[in-house]
């Protein structure tokens, strides 16, 4: 039978003991929780990512964005031509490379997203609640970690 729970003496399978598949689950699951608030609130996905990454920074390159939004930089860039139309994000001039073109919010885009990531922190709190707070910081810690150790040079 397929469809029969394991034994909780049965060794666990492979993508059940293998880390990339366990936080690619981990991640569908909580994530898409979230992802039907942000499109309620009539945004996509890597808008929202967008937004909430540069809420939190002076500016970023288009690159640096597109990494930190899990998504391709022509992508990234379709959504930053519809977002700065609607006032949301602003390009300007990297200082010193002028092939680098930076991107930060604008005030319209910041108070559009401050309460989406209300809503954001609320709903972690109630993912990572049942671990309570000191395993929830060693989770996140050990998480930065694994991004840091793993992202490629900058």
Known sequence: MADTP???????SFVDDYLPA???QASQLISSEF???VQAAGFSVTEWRI?????????LSIGGLADIAVSKQPTV????????????????????DRRITMVRIT???RTIVAHLMD???????????PFGLKRAESLKVTLRRI????????
Do not use: C, F, N, W
């Open 6 to 12: 394991p034994d909780a003496h049965d060794p666990l």
């Open 22 to 24: 366990l936080l690619a």
């Open 35 to 37: 992802h039907e608030v």
């Open 51 to 59: 937004l909430a990454t540069l809420a939190s920074k002076p500016g």
């Open 77 to 96: 860039t379709r959504l930053l031509d519809r977002m700065e139309a609607r006032a949301l994000v602003q390009r300007y001039p990297h200082d010193s």
């Open 107 to 109: 005030p319209k885009g």
């Open 119 to 129: 809503q954001a922190k609320e709903h972690e709190h109630r993912v990572l609640q």
């Open 147 to 154: 991004i840091e150790l793993h992202r490629g040079p900058a």
